[in-house]
Every structure is written in C-alpha cells, then in structure tokens.
C-alpha cells in the first residue's frame, strides 16, 4: 500500500460545477497537508496547506483534513476553465526530524466550457 | 516567496551521455530538494541538497548517478549521468520556507528525453 493514494483521472465536469478531490493516506504520523496545482509543462504551485485537522476556505478552494479517516479533500466551487489542471496532495509530517513531503500521484482536472 | 529559475527546459539527449540541470533561487535557501517526476506518477524525491555538505540522496538514487552540487544558498545544480531511455522524465529543483517544509517552491522543471 503506497503511503498516499489519490486516483488520477481524469476528472471532467462542466463550467460552474462543485469539483471534489480527494486523497487517503496510511501514516498517522502526517500533520501537514498540502495541495498544489500542476499546469501543463510547469512546475506545481501550492494552493493551501492545512496543519491537523479541520477546514481551511481560500476564495473557491476549500480544504478538508479528517485525520480519524486518513482522509483529505480539495473542493473547488464555479470551476472555471481555468481550474483544468493536475492537482497534487502531499503530506509530511516528523520523521527524525525532517518534514519531506510525500506526494500523491496527481489527478488531472478538466473543466470545460 | 521564492521564485525559482530552472534551465534547460528541456533537452533531447542520446544514451550513454550525460545532462547538468541548473537551479537558482532568488534568496538565500537552506535546503533544496530534486525531485523527478514520470508520466501518471507522483513526484519521486531523488535527493536534498544542503549547502556546505554532501545530498542526501533517497533510496533508489545514487550519487554516481546522480550527482548534486550546491556551492552557495542560492544555487545548485543536479546531473543525469551516463543516461538511458529509463531517464526520460521531468526533473525539478524545489526549495522549502518554513522549519516544516509545509510550502514547497519548484522550478518550472526540465523535461529530458533519451534516445
């Protein structure tokens, strides 16, 4: 069992709809949890990054973290063509002192108008 | 912030040669990380880079293979030796802020293909 899952698509919806990504993990040990963004032949930015549990809302984006689940999720409400890109989870969390994150595989979001 | 400045882009190379991959931040960074990246696969950490000691290098990734060289906090360099087909991917330069690594900055990444 790989330490992130997070299935890869692809995910199609149409202009305006709710979209939800969502990632599972097997460390109990992650505290951090990330989302970056991937546009094709560019390097990941990051869009929001949670510490533990909780929600964290930054204008259309929405993270969710359950850690009793080992579950994560990104929700982006009115999807804009823009949106279409790979979105990538990534955890970390001590490990004899370092925080490398690990990462999930990707899932390729197109949002089409 | 950090923006970073990665070079080639990209670069089509024939088997058995090698490719030096460049990175420079625009300040002073403690730790950098090289990460490759293949086709419907996550991103795989080859190694960090310190400045002032040697990689530390993940399993899987040799220093033979996969030498690094980080002679300042803003620069360093990774490079792809004696390359086969198996080497064509995407390789990333990416630099953390905060003691916890919680936000990454990567470099636009290099794509190399091997023939």
């Known amino acids: 069992q790989k330490e992130v899952e997070q299935d890869p698509g692809p995910l199609s919806v149409p202009e305006g709809a709710i979209v939800s990504l969502n990632c599972t993990y097997s460390n109990s040990a992650f505290q951090y949890f990330m989302w970056y963004r991937q546009y094709s032949r560019k390097g990941p930015e990051l869009l929001m990054y949670?510490?533990?549990?909780g929600n964290k809302e930054d204008g259309r984006f929405t993270a969710q973290v359950d850690k009793s689940s080992k579950y994560i999720s990104l929700f982006i409400r009115d999807s804009q063509p823009s949106d279409s890109a790979t979105y990538l989870c990534a955890m970390s969390g001590a490990s004899g002192g370092s925080y490398i994150p690990t990462f999930g595989r990707g899932t390729s979001l197109i949002v089409h108008p | 912030s950090a923006v970073i400045s990665q070079k080639p882009s990209r670069d089509i190379c024939q088997r058995g040669t090698s490719l030096t991959i460049q990175c420079q931040v625009d300040?002073?960074?403690?730790?950098m990380f090289w990460y490759r990246q293949q086709p419907g696969q996550s991103l795989t950490l080859i190694a960090t880079a310190n400045q002032g000691s040697e990689a530390t290098y993940e399993s899987g990734f040799v220093i033979d293979k996969f030498p690094i060289s980080r002679p300042n906090l803003t620069f360093s360099t990774l490079t792809v030796s004696n390359m086969s087909p198996e080497d064509s991917s995407i390789y990333l330069c990416?630099?953390?802020?905060?003691?916890?690594?919680?936000?990454?900055?990567f470099g636009s990444g290099t794509q190399l293909s091997v023939l």
């Open positions: 990416s630099v953390a802020t905060g003691s916890t690594n919680e936000k990454l900055f």
């Open positions: 300040s002073q960074v403690t730790m």
């Open positions: 949670t510490y533990s549990s």
